[in-house]
């Protein structure tokens, strides 16, 4: 495979995540725990997979590229795109971002594990995960975006997770 090729697979940054949470959502809190925190982590570690591999296509070609998808937003002569940037920066933050994020979802299964078990709600558990995919789906959003607008979107989106997620214990 072309080392330009690998560039392609950008948009997986923001669709593992997705998937993750996705599956976590609808049919996390039937299957249990230890599946809810299994697909959230595994989703996380292969966006940090695609983050290596995009670091290797960025060392055949420094210069890096934009990854479209496609129009987002026409109005007249001004076209905002669905697009990713990859360059050093970019990946630089998404291999830190998913790296502390994979680390995060590892420790997150055994200190929610304790929670469980003295509040007895599997529910919470997997809501947690839900939150956590969230935030590194939207995290990738906003480190990769070609576009302030883009960009805005995934800086909107980290504070509503920060607020969920330190508002998670909101009993307490």
């Not at 983050?51 to 109005?75: C, K, N, Q, Y």
């Not at 997997?126 to 995934?154: E, K, P, W």
Request: glycine content about 10%; aromatic content about 14%; proline content about 2%.
């Amino acid at each position: 495979m072309d080392s330009t090729q690998l560039f392609n697979l950008v948009p997986w940054v923001v669709f593992l995540p997705l998937i993750g949470l996705g599956i976590n959502l609808l049919i996390g809190k039937k299957l249990g725990e230890v599946f809810a925190g299994t697909v959230a982590s595994l989703a996380t570690g292969l966006v940090f997979v695609v983050s290596i591999l995009l670091a290797v296509a960025l060392i055949g070609h420094p210069e890096g590229t934009t990854v479209v998808l496609g129009d987002w937003i026409t109005i007249g002569d001004l076209t905002t795109r669905w697009a990713f940037r990859v360059d050093t920066l970019s990946v630089v933050m998404m291999l830190t971002v998913n790296c502390v994020g994979l680390l995060i979802h590892i420790y997150s299964i055994g200190y929610m594990h304790d929670d469980v078990r003295h509040n007895g709600d599997t529910a919470r558990f997997t809501r947690f995960f839900v939150f956590l995919n969230f935030f590194i789906l939207v995290m990738m959003l906003l480190v990769s975006a070609d576009n302030f607008l883009m960009m805005f979107v995934g800086w909107e989106g980290v504070g509503l997770c920060s607020y969920l997620l330190i508002g998670f214990w909101f009993e307490k």
